[in-house]
């Protein structure tokens, strides 16, 4: 039978070979009339006329002389699609396997019901290098790609995906994506998908799809601690509202609750979480020694506690939060055209010892600032006064407009949130930390084209910043020796 392939391969070549010689005779005349004497070289092209026929092959099924049967497991669903060996063979090494093992010009595969639904997508794609797709349909053209090894349609549904996670969806695909990534070992949209939901977490939050996500995800999103949503307070919500629905084991339950930062709320939420939550009264043994560090964490000074307990730990720890108390949104109005200047109050930090105090920060933005490497070569102009050149990089400083000895034993990160439109939605774009200034990281808007005004980082011809005040508290346990 190999000799039966050949034959039929071969016969296909020379139909496509006479197929396209008569379409280049066609319009190759008035292409290549541009092309002068000497020694000059030009390009004639009739790549979409070369399409248009193999998507016609393919349509009426001239020449064809494989038969493809796709069923689904149970056969309830089959579809017959009559292509051709050579285009399967050049664009995939397993189809050009299975056509070199065949012993019929029938080949039956088996697809999963989803896979089945867009075969002939998949197919139309090998023939063509083009296809449409709908956000419900990426996961199983992107396993059919996988599976027969269609590399460059492969990567393409993972950028396409990367690039939809914020689109609206009847029910959220971000999170079935993530789990199809997990299972299918898609570093990149599995990376892309998890960083999506932490920095929107709070629309993630609110979306139906919250209540659906695994354990697994559930956990993976909960230890991190670059999260982006409006308090704590919002994650326990969340998470309560998840364990209530889905009814997880003991264990699974203990560790998401063990997860949740109880220093970071207030002690009046934490009284309130106390009386009213069925899920924490469920619970209560699992999370009562977070709960009775949360509440010495708020009684006693932040020096005193780090004396005696590690407070570098997760729960001490702040996420980016949006409230008020930790930082201020800040919209940059065409920002090349000078330097901006904004100030902002945020609470001391979180204890309760610290969160009636306030601290006063001044931000400064310039969109060319020269690096610090090259600013030996001028005088200086104070802490607030960069020196400003063309074709400087634009630079955040933030300080505190006083100093203070309740400073002491603390450190202030500061985090830029970057937001960006996608979509027709408000997403966040990039997350820069530093201590004082974003010169610190090398890389603030790097990518970013600030002059274009259709620049994906501005929003109406402005930038959207968000600027959070994590207060970091030092130990100073002594070590024993």
């Given amino acids: 039978m190999e000799r039966v392939v050949q034959i039929h391969v071969g016969m296909l070549f020379v139909a496509l070979c006479v197929s396209l010689q008569a379409a280049a005779a066609g319009t190759g ?62 664009q995939s090494p397993v189809f050009e396997e299975i056509l070199l093992n065949r012993n019929s010009s029938k080949l039956v595969l088996k697809e999963s019901s989803d896979c089945a639904a867009v075969f002939d997508k998949f197919i139309r794609y ?5 296809l449409s797709l709908r956000l419900d349909q990426a996961t199983a053209l992107h396993k059919l790609a996988t599976k027969y090894q269609v590399m460059g349609l492969q990567q393409g549904i993972t950028q396409y995906m990367t690039q939809n996670l914020a689109r609206d969806s009847p029910s959220g695909h971000v999170a079935g994506w993530y789990e199809y990534a997990l299972q299918a070992g898609d570093l990149t949209l599995k990376d892309s998908c998890l960083q999506y939901m932490a920095w929107n977490l709070s629309s993630v939050l609110q979306s139906g799809e919250w209540l659906t996500i695994s354990s697994q995800l559930l956990m993976s ?19 309560e509202a998840w364990i209530i629905e889905n009814e997880p084991d003991g264990l699974t339950a203990e560790n ?34 977070l709960l009775y560090m949360s509440y010495q964490f708020h009684s006693a000074s932040p020096l005193s506690m780090a004396k005696f307990f ?18 201020s ?23 309760g010892h610290d969160s009636s105090k306030r601290v006063t920060w001044n931000a400064l933005f310039s969109p060319r600032w020269l690096p610090l490497t090259m600013r030996s070569m001028y005088t200086e102009t104070g802490a607030m006064q960069p020196t400003r050149v063309e074709g400087g990089r634009p630079r955040i400083i933030i300080t505190p407009a006083t100093s203070s000895a309740d400073f002491a034993g603390v450190n202030f990160q500061k985090t830029v949130v970057v937001m960006a439109q996608q979509q027709g939605k408000m997403v966040v774009k990039h997350v820069y930390n530093f201590h004082q200034s974003t010169e610190e990281n090398g890389d603030f808007l790097a990518e970013a084209d600030l002059y274009r005004r259709t620049s994906e980082y501005l929003i109406d011809s402005s930038l959207y910043l968000h600027i959070i005040v994590k207060p970091l508290y030092q130990t100073l346990i002594v070590t024993k020796n």
Avoid at 329 to 351: A, E, M, V
Wanted: glycine letters at 6%; aromatic letters at 6%; a negative charge.
């Fill in 29 to 90: 005349k008035a292409d290549g009339a541009q092309g002068g004497g000497g020694g000059s070289v030009d390009t004639i092209s009739h790549s979409l006329t070369v399409v248009q026929r193999l998507e016609a092959l393919l349509i009426q099924g001239n020449g064809s002389d494989v038969s493809l049967r796709v069923e689904t497991p149970n056969a309830d669903e089959v579809k017959v699609i009559q292509v051709h060996s050579l285009v399967l063979t050049l």
């Fill in 126 to 130: 090998l023939y063509c290098g083009e």
């Fill in 221 to 239: 999103l909960l230890q991190r601690s670059d999260l982006i949503l409006q308090s704590e307070m919002e994650l326990f919500a969340a998470l």
């Fill in 256 to 289: 998401a609750l063990r997860a949740v930062r109880y220093a970071m709320m207030p002690p009046r939420e934490l009284f309130r979480l106390q009386t009213q939550s069925s899920v924490l009264a469920r619970y209560q043994e699992s999370v009562r020694d």
């Fill in 310 to 327: 590690d407070v570098n730990c997760s729960l001490f720890m702040p996420r980016n939060y949006l409230a008020p108390v930790w930082g």
């Fill in 329 to 351: 949104p800040w919209i940059i109005n065409n920002p090349t055209r000078d330097d901006r200047s904004t100030s902002f109050q945020t609470q001391l930090g979180p204890s």
